[in-house]
Structure formats: C-alpha cells, structure tokens
Nanobody, 126 residues
Framework: QVQLVESGGGLVQAGGSLRLSCAAS??????????MGWFRQAPGKEREFVGA????????LYTDSVKGRFTISRDNAKRIVYLQMNILKPEDTAVYYC?????????????????WGQGTQVTVSS
C-alpha cells in the first residue's frame, strides 16, 4: 500500500512558475516498481492526464498542451515526485493530483492507477 501527499500549489500570475511535490510513503514503495503520474481536474471537467514518469525516471510522457512547459522528475531515495510547471497559463488552473501504479511502463489513464493523493490547487491569474 502507498500513501501520497501533494504540496506546492498556490496562486501565480500567467507566465510564472510553480513546482509541485508528491511525497510517497508505505513500506512497499521502496521495493516495488511504481510508475508515477500527474493529473488535473478543473471544476465541471473530467480528470485530465498531465504527465507520468517510469519507476526508474528514465521515461517520461506528457500531454500535448504542457509539452515544453512542464517537467516531471523523481527522487526515489527521497520518495518524492516533482512537477515543475513553467510559463503557466490561465487554462492550467485546476486541482492537481499525483498517482502511483505498480508498473514498469508509463500509464496515461486514471483507471490504470491504484493510489491517489488528495490534490493541490493551482490557480493562474491573467
């Protein structure tokens, strides 16, 4: 079992940057190959895939709307996954969630993930 806690959200002006963190805990996390994903959900909208990183950190995948602006990385020793968000736009406003999946690949849909954090609010003003 895995517990995930997001942090780092807040209010930022368009063009600015934020770095979100997802701290993982649980005795199985350090010995299991967990892929980590980031999703976001705006009010009244479906939960949307943002990006994901493989268990080793060697492979990453992003949705087209954030390519070149967002970067996912992970520090397995610290059990933290990061989402660096640059050149933020008002349409990036949403609650951001991290998720974990016991997988050697990089899942991209919510149904593939087993564990979820509580979410952190990101608001981008114009």
């Amino acid at each position: 079992q895995v517990q995930l806690v997001e942090s780092g959200g807040g209010l930022v002006q368009a063009g600015g940057s934020l770095r979100l963190s997802c701290a993982a805990s649980g005795r199985t996390f350090s010995t299991t190959t967990y892929a980590m994903g980031w999703f976001r959900q705006a009010p009244g909208k479906e939960r949307e895939f943002v990006g994901a990183v493989s268990w080793s950190g060697a492979a990453t995948l992003y949705t087209d709307s954030v390519k070149g602006r967002f970067t996912i990385s992970r520090d397995n020793a610290k059990r933290i996954v990061y989402l660096q968000m640059n050149i933020l736009k008002p349409e990036d406003t949403a609650v951001y969630y991290c998720a974990a999946k016991d997988s050697v690949g990089v899942p991209t849909t919510p149904r593939e993930y087993d564990y979820w954090g509580q979410g952190t609010q990101v608001t981008v003003s114009s």
